[in-house]
Each structure stands twice: as structure tokens, then as C-alpha cells.
T-cell receptor, first 114, second 116 residues
Framework: AQTVTQSQPEMSVQEAETVTLSCTYDTSESDYYLFWYKQPPSRQMILVIRQEAYKQQNATENRFSVNFQKAAKSFSLKISDSQLGDAAMYFCAYRVTGANNLFFGTGTRLTVIP | NAGVMQNPRHLVRRRGQEARLRCSPMKGHSHVYWYRQLPEEGLKFMVY????????ESGMPKERFSAEFPKEGPSILRIQQVVRGDSAAYFCASSPVTIALNTEAFFGQGTRLTVV
């Protein structure tokens, strides 16, 4: 069974500081994709960053970067220079290569303190 | 280019009534995916459709739930005889080709269904 676990229901960070959100997953597959989605109060699901499992290099998108540890099945999201607009629910997700569906974690609610 | 449009944003139904949720994919997208988000949970896959075809309904409850994506018009998720446990946010996503080919799916803002 494929499961995605986010062990931090809530996190907070001071504006301009750095925060790391953790995610672990369980799979027997070797080829897959990992994602972080942001869900602001508007409920829109917005893709923040994605990582291909076959790539050793960690993905980076501006202030967002991941620490992908394939052996440990860990996929954490680091947000640098946090901004008020980063406040949202963050969901980690997983998809097997060639599959049509995503598996999501239960989310981490991030609060940014001015 | 408008994004994925879902309506209504909020829907209230009494127990036993029918709920119809609509999803208009992005222009040029012919693949639609429905997900359900129960309170305090992540999104869970329900069904994947292409125009006029259901490709994967492995996440759909066996009874009362159905989905369609006709040749013309939006995709519809239909829930018959709703119960309190159906209260959730229902999200639709669309993509130009199947996400199995590693393209991105774009999500709508969801429909929040409340059953009273």
C-alpha cells in the first residue's frame, strides 16, 4: 500500500526565517514522483515543487527546495525567507510513474508570524 | 486562459437529496480527475475520466456515486441520496494529456458539500 505521512499537523515560522516541513512515504515502487502542494484559504491547490525519484539532485523553485532522501523515503520541503503569503496548508503527494492518481498526506498548516 | 472552474463553490443538501457537482476543465484539457477531501484529511482520488469515458474509478464508492464527462459540457460528479458522511470538499483537476505521461494536473477551487 502506498501511504504518505506528514507528522506535523501545524508549524509556525517568523517572517523572513526558514522552515522545514517533513514528509515520509511508503512504497515498494522504484519509479515515482513526489510533490508539494500549497492550499491557501481560497482552497485552490497549487503545485509548489515536484521531484522525480530517479533524479539525485534535489529540486529547487526560488525560495522553495526539497531534501529528498530516497533510501529513507523522506521528502521534506524547505521554505526560505518566509513571507506572509506562504501561510497555507501544505500537502505532500506521491504518484507512481505511469499511474493516473496522486496519494496525498494529511497536510501541515503553516502560520507565518509577522 | 481560465483555470479549472468548479461550481457551485458551496452546496448544502438535506439527507436523501441529490448533489450535482460540476467541473469545467481548462481550455484544451480533455482529462479530468475528481478527488475528495474529508475534514482534516488529504485529498483522496475518486475517478479519472476522458471525454465520454471513465478510465479509472477505483476510488469511487460502490453505491450512490457516479461521474460523467460528456462530449460537450462540464464533467459532473453526482451523489444520490446524500448522507452526512458525504460532507467534504470535492476537487476537480484537469490535464491536457494523462498525468501518467508526467504532465501537470491543474486543480479547481473545489466544491464544499454540506449535508444537513
Amino acid at each position: 500500500a502506498q501511504t504518505v505521512t506528514q507528522s506535523q499537523p501545524e508549524m509556525s515560522v517568523q517572517e523572513a526565517e526558514t522552515v522545514t516541513l517533513s514528509c515520509t512515504y511508503d512504497t515498494s515502487e522504484s519509479d515515482y514522483y513526489l510533490f508539494w502542494y500549497k492550499q491557501p484559504p481560497s482552497r485552490q491547490m497549487i503545485l509548489v515543487i515536484r521531484q522525480e525519484a530517479y533524479k539525485q539532485q534535489n529540486a529547487t523553485e526560488n525560495r522553495f527546495s526539497v531534501n529528498f532522501q530516497k533510501a529513507a523515503k523522506s521528502f521534506s520541503l524547505k521554505i526560505s525567507d518566509s513571507q506572509l503569503g506562504d501561510a497555507a496548508m501544505y500537502f505532500c503527494a506521491y504518484r507512481v510513474t505511469g499511474a493516473n492518481n496522486l496519494f496525498f498526506g494529511t497536510g501541515t498548516r503553516l502560520t507565518v508570524i509577522p | 486562459n481560465a483555470g479549472v472552474m468548479q461550481n457551485p463553490r458551496h452546496l448544502v443538501r438535506r439527507r436523501g437529496q441529490e448533489a450535482r457537482l460540476r467541473c469545467s476543465p481548462m481550455k484544451g484539457h480533455s482529462h479530468v480527475y475528481w478527488y475528495r477531501q474529508l475534514p482534516e484529511e488529504g485529498l483522496k482520488f475518486m475517478v479519472y475520466l476522458q471525454k465520454e469515458n471513465i478510465i479509472d474509478e477505483s476510488g469511487m464508492p460502490k453505491e450512490r456515486f457516479s461521474a460523467e464527462f460528456p462530449k460537450e459540457g462540464p464533467s459532473i460528479l453526482r451523489i444520490q441520496q446524500v448522507v452526512r458522511g458525504d460532507s467534504a470538499a470535492y476537487f476537480c483537476a484537469s490535464s491536457p494529456v494523462t498525468i501518467a505521461l508526467n504532465t501537470e494536473a491543474f486543480f479547481g477551487q473545489g466544491t464544499r458539500l454540506t449535508v444537513v
